[in-house]
Each structure stands twice: as structure tokens, then as C-alpha cells.
């Protein structure tokens, strides 16, 4: 194969999943891919990092010991090549909404590369809640593979990564037409519950229990509203939260 893009790719549900291997499979028809990811099952971990973590050679390639986030700093800074663009999935479930950004290894392995100067995509697959769970067949993956391998072959040279430092993209199971893709923000919409039975505590996602019910509060243009009426979400983001500046803080120090 004759290409100069590097990828670092990396998931959260661990290297031998079947997204991992889809994803792998796909991307490596355009560009030349290093496989650096976690060992065993490293879900909702978020951007937890260890100060040492173990390394195995894979038939893919590293195996480690840990968080998506300590796979994204061991491929950049230790096994390289040093890569133009780090992809993050395919993640077994959507990964939907603001609140997630912070909770999900998949996407915060994403974060991590941008906090790093690498442009990054975090991709996952939307499983309907009356389907969960379940862990699809490798095919299954295709939509959200197309998907990624159209960003990763167009996005930075269309100067995307000028003004996102990461992309995060949900696609739909393959449906009888392929799926467009539209830009969208995540979702404010965030409901928890939670439900004491004994000594034990059960917390339930109430937004997911709505989407499989079809009430859907999202508005239009965000990403849970695009993933269920079966498009391609793809959220541009950026990794520094940001700092609103105003008078009420500034008067509150200056009593201090």
C-alpha cells in the first residue's frame, strides 16, 4: 500500500473486539495503522491514566495494560510511528451527548491526543436499546467504518482539524441505504436515576430508557436526535474546557 497517513488506533473495549478488528480492517486499505490498545475491557474508564502499564505485542500491534488514555500516550511517545491523526473505536454502543465526553474511555482516549496536538476521531456504534445488550458481527460495523474512513481521508486535508481538534462520530447499523452523515453538537438533554435495594444502589441512564421508548426531547442539530432517525453524527469538538470570564466572580476576589 502506497500512503503517508499514519494512525494511532485505539478503543476502549479492548483489542480483540470485534469494532477494533472492523475498524482496523477498514482503515488499513488507506493508511498505515498502529494498533495500541487496551489489553481487557476498559469501558466508561474516561481519561484515567497510570504511571506504568504493561506491554504485550499483539497480531495488530501492542496489547497494553491499561486505560485507552495511557494507549494513546505509550503509541505516541513510545512505540510510534508518530501518527497524523488518532482514531479511537469502534466503540460497542453510542457514545451520545455532552455528559459522555467525560465518562467514555472511547472518546477521552480522543481528548487525550487533542490535550497532545494530534487531531483525533472517536467512533461508535449506535445499538437501539431494544437490541442491548448485544455485541454485533463484525459486518454489522460497516456503516460506521465507512463513515470513519471518509473523515480520516478528507477531513484533515480539508482544514476540519483547523477548527475542531477532535471528531466525535455515532453510526447507525447498516440499514438498505447507506446513511448520511450530518454535523451536530451533543446533547444537553441528561436525566440519572437511581433505585436503593437494601445495601445496593441501581443507577439507571433515564435518557437511554427514553430513546426506547421513542421520546426523544433532543432538538434538532443534536447528536441523539441525528442517531435515531438513522444518520451519521458527527460532533466537532474541542479538548480545553472553556472559561467564561465575568464580573460577579471578579467582584467575589477582590472582597477576598
Given at each position: 500500500?502506497?500512503?503517508?497517513?499514519?494512525?494511532?488506533?485505539?478503543?476502549?473495549?479492548?483489542?480483540d473486539?470485534?469494532?477494533?478488528?472492523?475498524?482496523?480492517?477498514?482503515?488499513?486499505?488507506?493508511?498505515?495503522?498502529?494498533?495500541?490498545?487496551?489489553?481487557?475491557?476498559?469501558?466508561?474508564?474516561?481519561?484515567?491514566?497510570?504511571?506504568?502499564?504493561?506491554?504485550?505485542?499483539?497480531?495488530?500491534?501492542?496489547?497494553?495494560?491499561?486505560?485507552?488514555?495511557?494507549?494513546?500516550v505509550?503509541?505516541?511517545?513510545?512505540?510510534?510511528?508518530?501518527?497524523?491523526?488518532?482514531?479511537?473505536?469502534?466503540?460497542?454502543?453510542?457514545?451520545?451527548?455532552?455528559?459522555?465526553?467525560?465518562?467514555?474511555?472511547t472518546?477521552?482516549?480522543?481528548?487525550?491526543?487533542?490535550f497532545?496536538?494530534?487531531?483525533?476521531?472517536?467512533?461508535?456504534?449506535?445499538?437501539?436499546?431494544?437490541?442491548?445488550?448485544?455485541?454485533?458481527?463484525?459486518?454489522?460495523?460497516?456503516?460506521?467504518?465507512?463513515?470513519?474512513?471518509?473523515?480520516?481521508?478528507?477531513?484533515?486535508?480539508?482544514?476540519?482539524?483547523?477548527?475542531?481538534?477532535?471528531?466525535?462520530?455515532?453510526a447507525?447499523?447498516?440499514?438498505?441505504?447507506?446513511?448520511?452523515?450530518?454535523?451536530?453538537?451533543?446533547?444537553?438533554?441528561?436525566e440519572?436515576?437511581?433505585?436503593?435495594n437494601g445495601?445496593?444502589?441501581?443507577?439507571?441512564?433515564?435518557?437511554?430508557?427514553?430513546m426506547?421508548?421513542?421520546?426523544?426531547?433532543?432538538?434538532?442539530?443534536?447528536?441523539r436526535?441525528?442517531?435515531?432517525?438513522?444518520?451519521?453524527?458527527?460532533?466537532?469538538?474541542?479538548?480545553?474546557?472553556?472559561?467564561?470570564?465575568?464580573?460577579?466572580?471578579?467582584?467575589?476576589?477582590?472582597?477576598?
Amino acid at each position: 500500500m502506497d500512503t503517508d497517513l499514519e494512525i494511532l488506533l485505539t478503543n476502549d473495549d479492548g483489542i480483540d473486539s470485534p469494532g477494533f478488528r472492523a475498524l482496523y480492517d477498514a482503515l488499513s486499505a488507506v493508511a498505515n495503522v498502529t494498533a495500541v490498545a487496551p489489553a481487557s475491557d476498559q469501558s466508561a474508564v474516561g481519561r484515567a491514566m497510570s504511571s506504568e502499564v504493561g506491554v504485550e505485542e499483539h497480531e495488530l500491534g501492542f496489547a497494553i495494560a491499561g486505560t485507552p488514555a495511557d494507549c494513546v500516550v505509550a503509541g505516541l511517545e513510545a512505540l510510534g510511528p508518530y501518527p497524523d491523526l488518532v482514531v479511537s473505536g469502534c466503540n460497542t454502543g453510542a457514545n451520545l451527548g455532552a455528559y459522555v465526553l467525560g465518562r467514555s474511555g472511547t472518546v477521552s482516549a480522543a481528548v487525550e491526543a487533542a490535550f497532545c496536538g494530534v487531531p483525533a476521531v472517536a467512533v461508535s456504534l449506535y445499538i437501539p436499546e431494544e437490541e442491548w445488550p448485544r455485541t454485533p458481527e463484525i459486518e454489522e460495523y460497516a456503516e460506521a467504518c465507512r463513515a470513519t474512513r471518509y473523515l480520516v481521508e478528507r477531513a484533515p486535508s480539508r482544514g476540519v482539524f483547523e477548527h475542531a481538534e477532535y471528531l466525535n462520530v455515532n453510526a447507525p447499523l447498516p440499514a438498505d441505504d447507506p446513511a448520511p452523515m450530518v454535523v451536530t453538537r451533543p446533547s444537553t438533554v441528561y436525566e440519572m436515576g437511581a433505585t436503593q435495594n437494601g445495601d445496593s444502589i441501581t443507577l439507571h441512564d433515564l435518557s437511554w430508557e427514553a430513546m426506547s421508548t421513542g421520546e426523544i426531547d433532543d432538538p434538532e442539530g443534536t447528536d441523539r436526535r441525528a442517531i435515531t432517525e438513522g444518520k451519521v453524527s458527527v460532533s466537532p469538538l474541542t479538548a480545553p474546557h472553556t472559561t467564561e470570564h465575568h464580573e460577579a466572580l471578579d467582584r467575589l476576589a477582590a472582597d477576598y
